[in-house]
């Protein structure tokens, strides 16, 4: 018995370590982590992420109309086609699912905890100006 008691202490104390902090304010700084890590391979954002190359440059993105990069020449239609600015709400339901929002879209990655999209969005707010 008292061996059971301890596990499930532990077991508590361990659930409240991971616990996920939704009330949390958006991190920019692990949104870059997070850029560097899922996005600098395709999108250029801030010095030091990435090349991108594969994808449209995301400097400025907050604000900009969608297929805005002058010099991506390879939008689809349907990002072509998209017409809500680029704001941290839209781009934080864009990422969970760029297929169901913008259908066509070549656009592949998802990202799954909302708190990791409103980083990548908080992180993108920040990211003016190119590096
Ligand atoms: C494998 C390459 C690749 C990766 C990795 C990738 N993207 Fe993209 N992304 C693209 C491509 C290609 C497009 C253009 C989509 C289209 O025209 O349909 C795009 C489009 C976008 C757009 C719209 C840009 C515009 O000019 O309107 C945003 C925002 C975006 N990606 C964010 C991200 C974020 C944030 C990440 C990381 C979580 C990411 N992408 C990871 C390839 C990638």
């Known amino acids: 018995m008292k061996t059971f008691v301890s596990a ?3 077991f508590g104390a361990l659930l409240a370590l991971t616990a996920p902090s939704v009330s949390q304010a958006a991190d920019a700084a692990n949104g870059k982590t997070l850029f560097r890590q899922q996005c600098g391979v395709c ?12 994808g449209p ?7 900009r109309k969608p297929a805005s990069d002058p010099n991506f020449g390879s939008y689809t239609q349907a990002m072509m086609d998209a017409m809500a600015p680029w704001s ?15 259908p066509g879209t070549a656009m592949p990655i ?11 969005a908080a992180y993108l707010a920040t990211v003016k100006a190119a590096p």
Not at 57 to 63: F, N, P, Q
């Open 57 to 63: 440059s995301l400097v400025g993105i907050v604000g």
């Open 8 to 10: 499930a202490v532990a």
């Open 88 to 102: 941290e709400a839209v781009l934080t339901e864009f990422l969970a699912n760029p297929q169901k929002m913008y």
């Open 110 to 120: 998802r990202v799954g905890p909302e708190t990791d999209r409103a980083d990548l």
């Open 43 to 54: 999108h250029l954002a801030g010095k030091g992420d990435g090349e991108g190359g594969q």
